[in-house]
């Protein structure tokens, strides 16, 4: 190169075309390649196969759910079931230690040590059915009679308790939760025979002759 051309200066690019080229470039629309008419139907099947699968998808997480919420409802009532055959075969066990406390103690202080031994066992053998939901049935004297948990074994007359009411227990009931295992077996009052008969003064009196 020459000293001559060395010092040849170029003429500065004019900002305004170069504005207006920079514009151009940004402003020229993009040109998409069209799609066949196949290409478009199989793109169409796609969507709707992945609806189909999502939606299968949607029911087999519910029909889970339900089958886990199905296992943990029948594995609960499995358990109670259980544990209410369970109870239920050892009330008897628990109504004749009641009776042999009963026996002993009419026979006073001779048998005081046997009388101790088998209260303890039966409060220790109480307890531990309670633990497992056992919970008795009030039937005490006086205490209004209720065919849901009381079975009447019979009625008599009674002067201390009105019609309806609790005269004696003959047999302790029990529950297990809300669920009733035996109803207390009891003896039920129907008043007195004057209660049951009606009174003079309810009725009409009669006309005086005239």
Known sequence: MTAKNKHIKRAPADPASTAEGEVAAKTEPVVIDSISVEELENLKARAAKADENWDKYLRAAAELDNYRKRVA??????????????????????????????????????????????????????????????????????????????????????????????????????KLADRLLRPARVVVSKGTAAEAEPTASTGTPPESPE
């Open 73 to 174: 409802r029948e594995k609960e009532e499995l358990a109670r079931y259980t544990t209410e055959r369970v109870v239920s075969a050892l009330l008897p066990v628990l109504d004749n230690l009641e009776r042999a406390i009963n026996a002993a103690q009419k026979h006073g202080a001779d048998n005081a040590s046997l009388l101790d031994g088998i209260t303890q066992v039966y409060n220790q053998f109480r307890r531990s059915l309670i633990e497992f939901g056992l919970q008795e049935v009030t039937a005490n004297a006086g205490h209004p009679f209720d065919p849901s948990l009381h079975e009447a074994v019979s009625h008599i007359e009674s002067g201390e308790h009105p019609e309806g009411h609790v005269v004696e227990q003959l047999q302790r009931g029990y």
